[in-house]
Structures are given as C-alpha cells and as structure tokens.
C-alpha cells in the first residue's frame, strides 16, 4: 500500500502566494509519476499539473506560468509553488501518485486533500 499526504493548504489573498508539499510512503518500488488535482465547490475535479520520475513536467493551461511543480525523487515528494493566486483557485487540492511494485501494473493514490482559500 501507498500512503499519500498533502500539507501546506491555507487562505492567502488574492496576488499571493502557498506552496503545497505531499509525500508518499509505504511499499512500492518505484513512483512513476505525481501530481496535483483540485476541487472547487461545485465543480468536478480538475488536473493542476504533473511530473514523472524522468523530470517532465506538464501544467494546465489555467495555472501554467503561475504554478511550478517539483519533485524530490529521493525524498518521494511533490511540491507545488503556486503564485499570483486568483479567487477562481480556490479549491481542495489533491496530490496523487502512480506507484507500484515492478512485478505488477502500478496504481494511482490519492491524499486526501488540502484547502487552498484565495480571498480578500
């Protein structure tokens, strides 16, 4: 099993800025990728942005040159710099991380969220 958990959720006004951390835990062999997901009331969940293991990196076209994820492979975390925050933002992010042993196909795994609010 794979454990996700996300940190670093809070309420910023609009302009400002939050980083988000999340890290993985648990037994797997390798993490092929992870990302960042959010929720905003009433809406459906929306990718944010993703990285592999190898160092790509893709956006969504809403937060791309606002949002810059990185990641520690040795440290199985994600972060994500998130500037120039807009109300429109505001949402409960998620990371997820696809993970597995080598032997098997590997599965996606989500934390459970953390409350990004941007208001002024």
């Known amino acids: 099993q794979v454990q996700v958990v996300e940190s670093g959720g809070g309420s910023v006004q609009p302009g400002g800025s939050l980083t988000l951390s999340c890290a993985a835990s648990?037994?797997?062999?390798?993490?092929?990728?992870m990302g960042w997901y959010r929720q905003a009331p009433g809406k459906q969940r929306e990718w944010v942005a993703m990285?592999?293991?190898?160092?790509?990196?893709n956006y969504a076209d809403s937060v791309k040159g606002r949002f810059t994820i990185s990641r520690d492979n040795a440290r199985n975390t994600v972060a994500l710099q998130m500037n120039s925050l807009k109300p429109e933002d505001t949402a409960v992010y998620y990371c997820?991380?696809?993970?597995?042993?080598?032997?098997?196909?590997?599965?996606?795994?989500w934390g459970q969220g953390t409350q990004v609010t941007v208001s002024s």
């Open positions: 990285t592999t293991t190898g160092g790509n990196t």
């Open positions: 648990g037994t797997f062999d390798a993490i092929y990728a």
């Open positions: 997820n991380a696809v993970a597995g042993r080598l032997s098997t196909a590997p599965s996606t795994y």
